[in-house]
């Protein structure tokens, strides 16, 4: 199978990648060079250039404060382009995998989101991923839209990576503890993107790794498993204001894999102790 898979520079893209050339499938992958997302002639031509079987649409605008002050622009990526992709996709009659987020919900209550909950996002950029959304379904009936959080992967920035660097110069944290959802290990994403990828079992799902923590138990559990002695305090959202409102219930419910027979990611304990080694082992090599 021949995979287009677009954002190869950033996280998932990375993991995506290499697991689809580990299963043997043609992986052809696109980053600014490739096209940019504000370009959508351009993005329209080179997909029908490589012709693929499939699109991973990983590519993003994903500064969420930033977001805030250039909500334009985040449109135009996260919804104008992902609408031309869909539609090139259509045109040669390829799968497309589109990933979202957790913010086109509003993140209100404790209980987890099922993929069909009302949608209500509180910031620009959970509002153009919404829109990411809609195109897709509004254009395809061969789509997968996979909505995911907290990402982490060893190809970029992150917030595992943030508390590390923080440990070097700091013996207190102070991280928020009111906005709860679930860690998402890129190289487990990656796997379930092609298990889809591969199948013809279409619709919306939600994939993060397993389990539920705040950002502060989250920080904790990052010091405990690399041996660092930091004490982390919990502080509400409004300690520490951002340009644009995060949600404070990130939960989602995994009650679409599960039916439709996916293997849900593992804990998210386990998948940042895999983690953590990966980016030992890529400093020590």
């Known amino acids: 199978m021949k995979v287009l898979v677009t954002g190869i520079t950033g996280q998932l893209g990375h993991d995506v990648m290499i697991e689809l050339e580990s299963r043997g499938h043609e992986a052809v992958g696109a980053s600014r060079k490739e096209f940019s997302l504000t370009d959508f002639p351009a993005a329209q031509a080179f997909v029908e250039h ?57 993140g209100l209550g404790d209980t987890p989101y099922e993929t069909d909950a009302p949608k209500g996002p509180v910031n620009a950029y ?29 190809n ?23 906005q709860i959802g679930s860690p998402t290990y890129t190289k487990d994403l990656a796997r379930l993107l092609v298990d889809m990828v591969e199948s013809d079992k279409y619709g919306v799902y939600h994939a993060t790794n397993e389990g539920f923590c705040s950002w502060a138990t989250f920080a904790r559990e990052i010091f405990r498993q690399a041996g660092k002695d930091i004490t982390v305090t919990p502080v509400p959202s409004s300690a520490y204001p951002t340009k ?35 980016l030992h082992k890529n400093t020590t090599e």
């Open 156 to 178: 970029g920035k992150n917030f595992i990576k943030t508390m590390l660097r923080l440990a070097e110069t700091h013996d207190t944290l102070t991280v928020v503890d009111d």
């Open 244 to 278: 644009a409102v995060r949600p404070k219930n990130s939960r989602l419910s995994k009650a679409a894999l599960d039916a439709a027979g996916f293997s849900r990611l593992p804990a998210w304990q386990d998948a940042l102790g895999r983690y953590l080694c990966e």
């Open 126 to 154: 959970g509002l153009s991923k919404y829109a990411g959304e809609v195109a897709v379904q509004e254009l395809l009936e061969n789509y997968f839209i996979v909505r995911i959080s907290w990402v982490f992967g060893v």
């Open 50 to 106: 490589v012709h693929p079987d499939a699109i991973i649409h990983c590519a993003a605008y994903t500064a969420v404060d930033q977001a805030e002050d250039e909500k334009d622009l985040c449109m135009i990526v996260n919804g104008g382009a992902t609408r031309t992709l869909a539609a090139a996709a259509k045109a040669i009659g390829a799968k497309f995998v589109y990933l979202s987020t957790d913010y086109v919900f509003p």
